[in-house]
């Protein structure tokens, strides 16, 4: 079947380049402090990876037809967050494929502060269903033994 097929037309409609719009937010002193007791890292300094920033950008705009489970994630960190600054995110889908029959997605998002400095670029893996389907394809199930 070819990627344009059927069974993976909502994957393919969904076009590479497509702008996953922004959200932003302030992190608090109590954000920090939370991931680093959960981390258990009282010097952890980038309590925006458990933000999940590609998947919010991506479900805010494709929740209704799509879902991409975590198969993989990149991410570059460049200053450590500021508590107090606002953090702006966008996002895009950096790329699709097809790998054994099934659909894949990537998720990139960028993360600035509101004094411009860089903070991290993310990117998800996700291997995309639609909203109704199975979650695991049967040659999925076989590898597993399911």
């Given at each position: ?35 680093r007791r959960v981390v258990d890292n009282p010097h952890a300094a980038y309590p925006t990876v ?97």
């Amino acid at each position: 079947m070819s990627e344009e097929g059927s069974e993976h037309k909502v994957w393919a409609s969904i076009p590479v380049g497509d702008d996953l719009g922004s959200l932003d937010y302030i992190l608090t002193e109590q954000m920090v402090a939370d991931y680093r007791r959960v981390v258990d890292n009282p010097h952890a300094a980038y309590p925006t990876v458990a933000a999940r920033h590609p998947a919010n950008l991506f479900y805010r705009k494709y929740a209704a037809v799509m879902r991409v489970p975590n198969m993989g994630h990149d991410s570059e960190y460049y200053n450590p967050p500021v508590a107090g600054k606002r953090i702006t995110i966008t996002g895009r889908i950096a790329d699709k494929y097809i790998r054994r029959g099934n659909p894949y997605i990537i998720v990139e998002a960028v993360a600035v502060d509101e004094d411009g400095r860089m903070i991290e670029k993310s990117r998800l893996v996700g291997h995309a269903r639609e909203v109704g389907k199975e979650a695991a394809h049967e040659t999925i199930a076989k590898k597993w033994g399911a």
